[in-house]
């Protein structure tokens, strides 16, 4: 047979494109061609998989015409994960391999030059893609990324560790049919997937305001910014939020996972811990949102069911916090190319941290101020009003002096918090199926059931303090999620005036 076929999959952003991978061998001047809108380093395939079949004892085919075509031609491939096809059709049609076997089987895999099959980037994110289109071919893969793909519940996937034990797994009929040491059938591992741990909130004393608004946004979903000056705690604050979220559910670990593996750096032992990304501030839009040829997820991505903390935010450039607007809105960002489009996912919880002032200690107890007000405006509008619209939660820290520091007794831990959040986020999702974060237009006015009189004192506090629509939807989510915390089914003027106090607008009193 001089003509086979070798299933496999591309990778763009979270999609895994359907690639077929022709062979044929021809008599002739002895060649090699690969065609079918292949990178450079797909182009490199022919050296690598040259060496590798003679180093794994296998005949390649020296004196024959090879043309590999990777179908679709319009479809741009990179990386090294068709060396193992592209081996795979060349020994399928030089009669080495049980080409009729190959079918029911989608094949990924750098080859090294001595036959050892190298890990592939983004396995756990096209063994997702794979069984979203419903595909039933089992996926064949190097042994560390089949680590990674069996953690896509209902698929059939097998690890292998050389070229060498591929090919005795699909000897030809009547040869011997032992399957070898090296090849697998892989299982989740449970040994490999370790409970989530988190800095514990009990390590923070003091700060019960700032305790008390970190437990709503982690019930409600909010996104929050805290003020303060240098050793007020922010950092510290912001690190212990994750501990405080709920567990996350299948569909939200295999979702952070899959980008956490296509950004090349997911272990199964990350396998649902939510995520904590903390970029400097010197990182671009690019870095922050996603980009690149081809395109690659970003920081808000990599956060995906985590957090996001910005640290300094008044550092960042500023087209890249405008560039958070939309994701925090609408919890995906679409990457558009010239050549090439994407979108990812971008449900993170951004949390916020900034000095009120270029020197810190404006408002501080413990030392005074030396920038001008002109300064200090400068420096507070390098947050647009329309990203701080997009806050829900905006909270001053104070430091605390060192004697209160010293002998103020430990908060409640994480632990604690995290089962009050979980039944309050509970109650949203038995009323309105989602986290009151992302209610909207009548679900939000549904979900709210406003007294008569806190009715009044919301509309009355909004034409005062000049809100946008925005602001005041936002705010009525907050009070929404402390009535939760309080297990009320309405809400009422104590909540809306702890809601508005968050909300407050701390910059613009500064």
């Known amino acids: 047979m001089s003509l086979a076929f070798v299933p496999s999959r591309a990778l763009l952003g979270l999609e895994a494109p359907p690639v077929m991978v022709e062979v044929h061998l021809a008599p002739g001047l002895p060649s090699f061609t690969l065609v079918g809108l292949a990178d450079t380093e797909v182009k490199e395939a022919r050296e690598r998989v040259r060496c590798a079949i003679q180093n794994a004892g296998l005949d390649f085919p020296h004196n024959r015409r090879i043309t590999v075509n990777l179908a679709p031609a319009d479809l741009p491939k990179d990386s090294g994960r068709f060396d193992l096809p592209i081996a795979m059709g060349i020994l399928a049609a030089s009669d080495q391999v049980d080409a009729s076997r190959l079918a029911d089987h989608v094949f990924a895999g750098e080859l090294s030059l001595s036959g050892e099959l190298k890990p592939v980037r983004g396995a756990l994110a096209m063994a997702a893609a794979h069984c979203q289109q419903g595909d039933s071919a089992a996926l064949v893969l190097p042994h560390d990324s089949a680590c990674e793909a069996a953690l896509v519940p209902g698929l059939q996937v097998y690890g ?53 608004a970190l437990e709503i946004a982690a019930a409600g979903q909010h996104s929050m910014l805290l003020l303060g000056p240098p050793g007020s705690g922010k950092s510290m604050l912001a690190q212990r939020f994750a501990g405080l979220l709920p567990p996350m559910q299948p569909q939200q670990a295999l979702a952070a996972a899959a980008v956490a593996s296509l950004a090349g750096h997911f272990t199964p032992e990350q396998w649902g811990q939510r995520p904590m990304r903390s970029p400097h501030h010197t990182s671009s839009a690019v870095a922050l949102v996603g980009g690149g040829s081809p395109p690659r997820p970003g920081e808000i991505s990599l956060a995906c069911h985590g957090t996001l903390f910005l640290d300094e935010i008044p550092e960042f450039p500023r087209p890249a916090l405008e560039a958070l607007r939309e994701p ?140 946008s629509a925005r602001s005041t939807h936002r705010t009525l989510r907050v009070a929404r999620t402390i009535a939760d915390l309080a297990e009320s089914d309405s809400i009422s003027i104590p909540h809306l005036a702890e809601a508005m106090q968050l909300r407050r607008g701390l910059l613009h009193q500064h």
């Open 328 to 467: 925090l809105e609408t919890g995906k960002i679409h990457i558009s190319r010239a050549g090439r489009q994407a979108v990812f996912p971008a449900h993170f919880q951004l949390i916020a941290a900034m000095n009120p002032c270029p020197c810190g200690y404006l408002g501080s107890r413990i030392r005074p101020c030396r920038c001008t007000p002109d300064q200090v405006r400068r420096y507070q509008g390098k947050l647009s009003g329309p990203l701080l619209d997009r806050i829900d939660l905006q909270l001053e820290v104070q430091a605390l002096p060192p004697e209160e520091l010293l002998t103020a007794s430990a908060g409640e831990n994480s632990a604690t918090v995290q089962q009050r959040v979980v039944a309050a986020r509970e109650r949203a999702l038995q009323r309105q199926g989602s986290p009151n974060q992302l209610l909207e237009g009548l679900a939000l006015e549904a979900s709210a059931q406003l007294d008569g009189a806190a009715s009044g004192f919301l509309q009355k506090a909004a034409r005062q303090l000049g809100w």
């Open 160 to 212: 292998a560790r050389t070229l060498g034990d591929v090919v005795q797994a699909f000897a030809p009929a009547g040869s011997q049919q032992e399957l070898p040491e090296g090849w697998y059938r892989m299982q989740p591992d449970p040994a490999r997937q370790s409970t989530p741990r988190y800095p514990d909130l009990a390590d923070v004393k003091g700060q019960a305001a700032a305790r008390r």
